[in-house]
């Protein structure tokens, strides 16, 4: 059955330092995708990235970098360099067929708290 | 484009009562889904739809709940009767083609069981 695991409940850092979040999936689907969303403490969910099974190039975007790993069924999430704004509870999520349907599993998330 | 939208953003009830809770999807995508949100559970798929059809209702905790969307502009989340353990952030969300692609998700609605 599909699976996403956030084993870090909560990280705290002080602004400027980098932080990673990591996220391990299962599944048994030869093709899914991957996601990240952000929720600030506003409560919305916005989506940060995509990638799928068949792409394991890492991606930058500004602070923000995902390293992809299907060896270790990991998709990992790195902020640069982190500020206070960025304090939120990050979510990984699979988007699998493993349930006969494709459906959109997320991990439990992982609170981030940037001091100043 | 006005994104997902939910209303009430917050319902304060007594148990038994009927609670009913609302989305208007972004035009033009054809998949609507249902999340509720819960420290003890995190994120969890309730039921979605595609072009207005259920598909997969089996996170629907039990028969006390039941979803609809008569058109593609709205869709409803009923629970009857409440129950405290109910409480918790109600997430409708949106996509073109499913969840293989990103959902935009409403602001939610904070459901208050008394």
């Known amino acids: 059955a599909q699976k996403v695991t956030q084993a870090q409940t909560e990280i705290s850092v002080v602004e400027k330092e980098d932080v990673t979040l990591d996220c391990v999936y299962e599944t048994r689907d030869t093709t899914y995708y991957l996601f990240w969303y952000k929720q600030p403490p506003s409560g919305e969910l916005v989506f940060l990235i995509r990638?799928?099974?068949?792409?394991?190039q890492n991606e930058i975007s500004g602070r923000y970098s995902w390293n992809f790993q299907k060896s270790t069924s990991s998709f990992n999430f790195t902020i640069t360099a982190s500020q206070v704004v960025d304090s939120a509870v990050y979510f990984c999520a699979l988007s699998a067929t493993d349930t006969g349907r494709r459906a959109l599993t997320f991990g439990s998330g992982t609170r981030l708290q940037v001091q100043p | 484009d006005a994104g997902v939208i939910q209303s009430p953003r917050h319902e304060v009830t007594e148990m038994g009562q009927e609670v009913t809770l609302r989305c208007k999807p972004i035009s033009g995508h054809d998949y609507l889904f249902w999340y509720r949100q819960t420290m003890m559970r995190g994120l969890e798929l309730l039921i979605y739809?595609?072009?207005?059809?259920?598909?997969?209702d089996s996170g629907m905790p039990e028969d006390r709940f039941s979803a609809k969307m008569p058109n593609a502009s709205f869709s409803t989340l009923k629970i009857q009767p409440s129950e405290p353990r109910d409480s918790a952030v109600y997430f409708c969300a949106s996509s073109r083609q499913g969840a293989n692609e990103k959902l935009f998700f409403g602001s939610g609605t904070q459901l208050s069981v008394l």
């Open positions: 990638r799928n099974s068949f792409d394991e």
């Open positions: 739809f595609n072009n207005n059809v259920p598909i997969d």
